[in-house]
């Protein structure tokens, strides 16, 4: 039979606080490798170490713990989970070159302005808006 952990043993093997350990049993991450002992204390099997690595790794790659979830479901099912994985990390991809898109657009508007920046604009313009350089009179 093999040892079973204790919760802090987990947590600090991990590197994760107890209390996200717990969220991530009690959102049903880490079944199977759950147990409870007579006294309802957390008893996990071995596995839940390379599970709960899988998930860091996951999360720092921008999966959300849904994603992540429904991976592992396959995963639980007995299926290798590398396809539905891709299909994440591409459209994760994908959405990051969108926000460098818009990141660029923004970066020029923003150098636009700072090009004309008045730090003393004429009078007429002040009475009309907050600050005249951001705001078109």
């Given at each position: 039979?093999?040892?079973?952990?204790?919760?802090?043993?987990?947590?600090?093997?991990?590197?994760?606080?107890?209390?996200?350990?717990?969220?991530?049993?009690?959102?049903?991450?880490?079944?199977?490798?759950?147990?409870?002992?007579?006294?309802?204390?957390?008893?996990?099997?071995a596995e839940v170490l390379n599970r709960?690595?899988?998930?860091?790794?996951?999360?720092?790659?921008?999966?959300?713990?849904?994603?992540?979830?429904?991976?592992?479901?396959?995963?639980?099912?007995?299926?290798?989970?590398?396809?539905?994985?891709k299909q994440h990390l591409e459209a994760k991809v994908a959405?990051?070159?969108?926000?460098?898109?818009?990141?660029?657009?923004?970066?020029?508007?923003?150098?636009?302005?700072?090009?004309?920046?008045?730090?003393?604009?004429?009078?007429?313009?002040?009475?009309?808006?907050?600050?005249?350089?951001?705001?078109?009179?």
């Amino acid at each position: 039979m093999t040892k079973l952990l204790k919760i802090g043993e987990v947590a600090e093997t991990s590197g994760l606080p107890v209390k996200t350990i717990r969220y991530y049993e009690e959102i049903g991450l880490l079944i199977p490798t759950v147990q409870r002992s007579e006294a309802q204390y957390r008893l996990f099997q071995a596995e839940v170490l390379n599970r709960l690595a899988f998930i860091k790794r996951a999360q720092a790659l921008g999966l959300n713990l849904k994603e992540i979830q429904q991976i592992l479901a396959v995963h639980d099912h007995g299926k290798l989970p590398c396809g539905d994985i891709k299909q994440h990390l591409e459209a994760k991809v994908a959405d990051i070159s969108h926000q460098i898109d818009a990141l660029t657009t923004l970066r020029a508007e923003l150098q636009g302005i700072l090009s004309g920046w008045q730090d003393q604009p004429p009078a007429d313009r002040i009475q009309q808006t907050i600050c005249p350089n951001i705001q078109k009179v």
